[in-house]
């Protein structure tokens, strides 16, 4: 049983930097695009995104590492007092709410109410939601990339040999 939890910790890592990267390059290039062509079109392609993305390869993804991301957190409190169950426990709420907890709580509703506007009043809300948006996008992109890195010093440091950590 004991190989269960590097091998969590190695899954945790590397599907937090799926995520982070996935949320990267919405904020690095696909969000700018979408501010470049024609409001109605931007909004458009955006709720088309919106809708597309519930797929079982990104929510398995997505929600697969929340959930991945409680039982890590939970398993480091057991050994609390060792640096490598800190870093899993500072991960693990890194992903949970810098990047589960700021989608649901922002990203989740930004969306809605890009889905529900008038084509009338909606070229103000796009240009709100461009900005927005893509702040909550970055902060969500942040806590996943720390969350991956974090994980990953957590693995080096709980399985080095001893003499190797000076």
Not at 18 to 26: D, E, K, W
Not at 143 to 148: I, K
């Given at each position: 049983?004991?190989?269960?939890?590097?091998?969590?910790?190695?899954?945790?890592?590397?599907?937090?930097?799926?995520?982070?990267?996935?949320f990267?390059?919405?904020?690095?290039?696909?969000?700018p695009?979408?501010?470049?062509?024609?409001?109605?079109?931007?909004?458009?392609?955006?709720?088309a995104?919106?809708?597309?993305?519930?797929?079982?390869?990104?929510?398995?993804l997505?929600?697969?590492?929340?959930?991945?991301s409680?039982?890590?957190?939970?398993?480091?409190?057991?050994?609390?007092?060792?640096?490598?169950?800190?870093?899993?426990?500072?991960?693990?709420?890194?992903?949970l709410?810098?990047?589960f907890?700021?989608?649901?709580?922002?990203?989740?509703?930004?969306?809605?109410?890009?889905?529900?506007?008038?084509?009338?009043?909606?070229?103000a809300?796009?240009?709100?939601?461009l900005?927005?948006?893509?702040?909550?996008?970055?902060?969500?992109?942040?806590g996943?990339?720390?969350?991956?890195?974090?994980f990953?010093?957590?693995?080096?440091?709980?399985?080095?040999?001893?003499?190797?950590?000076?």
């Amino acid at each position: 049983m004991i190989w269960v939890y590097p091998i969590m910790l190695f899954v945790g890592a590397i599907s937090a930097a799926l995520v982070a990267g996935i949320f990267y390059a919405f904020s690095s290039f696909v969000m700018p695009a979408l501010g470049r062509v024609p409001d109605e079109q931007g909004r458009g392609a955006m709720n088309a995104i919106n809708v597309a993305v519930y797929t079982p390869s990104f929510m398995i993804l997505f929600m697969g590492t929340a959930l991945l991301s409680a039982v890590l957190a939970v398993w480091s409190l057991f050994s609390i007092e060792n640096l490598a169950s800190q870093l899993v426990l500072a991960a693990s709420l890194l992903y949970l709410f810098g990047c589960f907890g700021v989608t649901i709580a922002f990203n989740v509703p930004l969306n809605r109410q890009l889905a529900e506007v008038d084509a009338g009043r909606g070229d103000a809300l796009w240009r709100r939601f461009l900005r927005d948006w893509t702040i909550w996008n970055t902060v969500r992109t942040v806590g996943a990339g720390l969350a991956a890195a974090l994980f990953i010093l957590g693995l080096v440091l709980g399985y080095a040999p001893a003499t190797a950590i000076v």
